[in-house]
């Protein structure tokens, strides 16, 4: 049966006398992931995980709508990795502005972008949004940092590392190449102190940071490492679907 909370699976039957409090929107990209995941890793996990939230949350009378995911993100320090995808920054906020304009001429006051991939930096486009559109509440999440990832992975990394090779490994195992294929995941750091530190940012070129596009030793991954932190990630968002759905966004503060 369609689920009624995933917009690309229900129906004008069902939507015609519906009325939701929340929507959300998965925002991923298509890139390489070392050399062992798919390129659509991060909108296999922003997919999935809107999903499984959104059904928590909507079992609890969560009014809830999750829109199709868009593949697609912010990758200009790796323009020169074959067929890694880019859309500029501006072209995120013309794509966000359009849908929600459609969301607010039809009474839908809460937006979330749900992130999944490091690339996309929303703060100055929601600030931007936000002058625009006065009546929505708008914000963005990034699961990936939810959780402390030491909780349950051994190696740290942000790029098709333990963590996300463990995702992909209990949501879709069959893009996964064995074992054997798996880069080391090695990172070069930036000789310049303040850089490496995090306190002063400039852009990774990906190909000279890392020799088979990964950041983090993949090599301890396991699928029932992914499946509990999935199952953590879920809780947690859905948790937040309710609370945004239900609470008086001009009366956040106390």
Known sequence: MPRPYILAETNWKHLKDESFDLAVLPWGATEAHNYHLPYATDNIEATAIATESARLAWEKGCKVVVLPTIPFGVNTGQSDIYLDMNLNPSTQFAILKDLITVLDRQGIHKFMILNSHGGNNWQPIVRELGLLFPNMFLCATNWFKMVEKQTIFENPGDHADEMETSMILHLAPE????????????????????????????????????????????????????????????????????????????????
């Open 175 to 254: 893009l996964v190449l064995p074992r054997s294929e798996w880069g080391a995941g090695k990172e070069l750091k930036n000789k310049i102190k303040a850089f490496s530190e995090g306190w002063a940012w400039t852009e990774r070129p990906w190909s000279k940071i890392s020799t088979d596009t990964g950041v983090g030793d993949p090599s301890k991954a396991s699928e029932e490492k992914g499946k509990a932190f999935f199952n953590v990630i879920c809780n947690n968002m859905a948790q937040l679907f309710r609370e945004l759905a239900s609470t008086d966004v001009n009366n956040l503060y106390e």
